[in-house]
C-alpha cells in the first residue's frame, strides 16, 4: 500500500528544510514489534528550528505524530496518514549536566543513557532508567517509570514545539502528568529536557541499576518483540494478575501470544501482523473484564489505520474468542 505524496502537494521540498523528508517510508522496522504499514511522510528534522519551520508550513488539517525508539507503539497495517517526526541522535542527542543538580538532555537520547550520564555526575532518580528501552521524548510523553518512581518525579521543564510550529517551554504543571499519561496535545513534540536529581554516592547509583537490570532479565521477555506492558495496572490492582486470572497467560491469536514469562507482555512470536496483536490485546480485555468486572486500558499506543475491511470491536464478542488458542 501506499499514500499520496505529501512533499509534492504541499511544496515541502521548497521551503528551506536542513532535515529529511522521506514519503511512504515503513515505520514497524524502527518499533519492537516490527510490525505495521508504512508512514504517508517521515520527517527527520535536523534541529529544533527547522521542526518548527516544517510544522508551520505544514496545513493544519495534515496529522502529524512523534514517535521516538518505538518501544510502546504497535502500529496498525493500514500505515500512518499524515507525517511522523522521528528526532535523530544529531539535533537531539545532547547530555549535559549543568550546576550540581541539573541534567540537561535531548529527546532522542536512550533513557539508559539517561541513567548512565546521572550516575556519572552522583545524581541519584535516574536509576529506573536503566531498565526501559525508550527515550527520552516516550518517557516525557508516557510519564515513564519503574520501581516506585516516575519521569515526573525528576522533569523540572521541557522545550516543545506545538503543531502550529510555536517553540515553547512547559514545566511539569504544565504537563497534567498522571500514571504513564500526559494532557499533552498529542502532536506537540517534545526536543529537549531538564531534570533534577538528587546527590548521591555513584557506587550506590551503579548497584541500583544493576539491580534494575537484574530484575529485567529474570521477570521480562526483553529479547522478544515486545511493547513492553500491553495493559495499565488499574487502581490498587495489577493487570498482569487480572490477565493471569483469566486464563491468558499463553494466549495465542496468529503470531501474537500473552508471554508465558510475563503475561502483561504480548509477543509477536516471528509471523504476527498488526492485526493479530491488536486483536488478541482486545479478546484478553474481554476475557479479563469477563472474569474480574474490571476494564483493562491499554498501555500501549494503537496508532495508525486499519486494513481495508477489517475492524476490531473493543473487548471482542464470543466468536471472536473462538480464533484464540493456547499454544
Ligand atoms: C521490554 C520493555 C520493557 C518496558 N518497561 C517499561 C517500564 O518499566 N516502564 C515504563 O513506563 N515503560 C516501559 N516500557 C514501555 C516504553 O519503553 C516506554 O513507554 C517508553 O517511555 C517509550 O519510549 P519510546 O521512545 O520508545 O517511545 P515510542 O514508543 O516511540 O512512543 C511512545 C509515545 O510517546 C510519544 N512520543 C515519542 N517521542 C516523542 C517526542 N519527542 N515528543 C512527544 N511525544 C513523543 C509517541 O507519540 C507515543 O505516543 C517497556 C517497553 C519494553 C519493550
Redesign the pocket.
Given at each position: 500500500m501506499s499514500f499520496p505524496d505529501l512533499v509534492e502537494a504541499h511544496g515541502l521540498d521548497r521551503i528551506g528544510l536542513r532535515g529529511r523528508l522521506t514519503a511512504n517510508q515503513p515505520v514497524g522496522p524502527v518499533?519492537?514489534f516490527r510490525v505495521g504499514g508504512p508512514a504517508q511522510l517521515l520527517f527527520q528534522p535536523a534541529d529544533t528550528e527547522d521542526l518548527a519551520l516544517f510544522l508551520r508550513h505544514l496545513p493544519a488539517g495534515v496529522p502529524v505524530?512523534?514517535?521516538?525508539?518505538?518501544?510502546?507503539?504497535l502500529v496498525r497495517d493500514g500505515g500512518l496518514p499524515g507525517v511522523v517526526?522521528r528526532?535523530g541522535a544529531k539535533g537531539?542527542g545532547g547530555v549535559a549536566v549543568e550546576g550540581e543538580t541539573r541534567i540537561r538532555v535531548g529527546?532522542?537520547v536512550p533513557?539508559k543513557r539517561v541513567a548512565e550520564a546521572a550516575a556519572e555526575a552522583g545524581l541519584g532518580g535516574f536509576a529506573?532508567y536503566a531498565?526501559?528501552?525508550?527515550?527520552?521524548?516516550?518517557?516525557?510523553?508516557?510519564?515513564?517509570?519503574?520501581h516506585g518512581s516516575?519521569?515526573r518525579d525528576t522533569m523540572v521543564e521541557l522545550t516543545?514545539v506545538t503543531r502550529a510550529g510555536e517553540i515553547v517551554r512547559l514545566t511539569r504543571e504544565d504537563m497534567g502528568y498522571r500514571y504513564?499519561h500526559s494532557e499533552?496535545a498529542?502532536d506537540?513534540?517534545?526536543?529537549e529536557a531538564v531534570f533534577e536529581g538528587t546527590p548521591s554516592e555513584r557506587e550506590t547509583i551503579r548497584a541500583e541499576m544493576a539491580a534494575v537490570v537484574e530484575h529485567?532479565e529474570k521477570a521480562?521477555?526483553?529479547r522478544?518483540k515486545?511493547?513492553?506492558?500491553t495493559f495499565k495496572n488499574p487502581p490498587e490492582n495489577s493487570a498482569w494478575k487480572l490477565v493471569d486470572a483469566a486464563g491468558c497467560r499463553g494466549l495465542q491469536i496468529g503470531g501474537a501470544r500473552m508471554s508465558d514469562m510475563h503475561c502483561n507482555?504480548m509477543i509477536n512470536t516471528g509471523e504476527a501482523s498488526a492485526e493479530d496483536l491488536e486483536r488478541l490485546g482486545e479478546t484478553v480485555r474481554a476475557r479479563v473484564l469477563e472474569a474480574s468486572g474490571i476494564a483493562l486500558e491499554w498501555?500501549i499506543?494503537r496508532?495508525g489505520l486499519l486494513p481495508e475491511g477489517v475492524e476490531i470491536a473493543p473487548f471482542l464478542g464470543r466468536n471472536d474468542k473462538e480464533t484464540a488458542v493456547h499454544g
Open positions: 518499533t519492537w505524530l512523534p514517535i521516538g525508539l518505538g518501544s510502546n507503539l517526526i528526532l537531539f529527546a532522542a533513557d529506573f531498565g526501559i528501552p525508550g527515550g527520552v521524548g516516550g518517557a516525557l510523553r508516557m510519564n515513564a517509570g519503574a516516575e519521569t516543545a504513564r499533552v498529542a506537540t513534540i517534545f526536543t529485567r521480562q521477555p526483553i522478544e515486545t511493547g513492553g506492558s507482555f498501555e499506543k496508532l
